[in-house]
């Protein structure tokens, strides 16, 4: 394998990581208000809660029941 094809599969593959890291999503509540996350949502059965990061950072947690819907970016 030539230097030239070693360096683009070592570039794409670190694209693929990159990209993998990181799921935006959009959640919109039941009264209309619209949250915007760093990453996908996850859902903890036990508590009935999604969880996620507001792209501010901030840890965010909010009933299953208070979701309308959840678009990933």
């Known amino acids: ?7 683009t599969l ?8 990159l990209v993998g890291c990181s799921t ?4 919109t509540l039941k ?3 619209q949250i915007e996350t ?3 949502p996850r859902y903890d059965e036990d508590s ?3 969880q996620f990061e507001q792209e501010d950072g901030k840890p965010v947690q909010v ?3 208070e979701i309308h819907t959840i678009k990933i970016k």
């Open 1 to 7: 394998m030539g230097k030239k094809n070693l360096m």
């Open 10 to 17: 070592f570039a794409c593959t670190t694209l693929f990581v």
């Open 24 to 27: 935006p999503a959009v959640i």
């Open 31 to 33: 009264d209309g208000e």
């Open 38 to 40: 760093k990453d996908k």
């Open 48 to 50: 009935g809660f999604y």
């Open 63 to 65: 009933n299953k029941d």
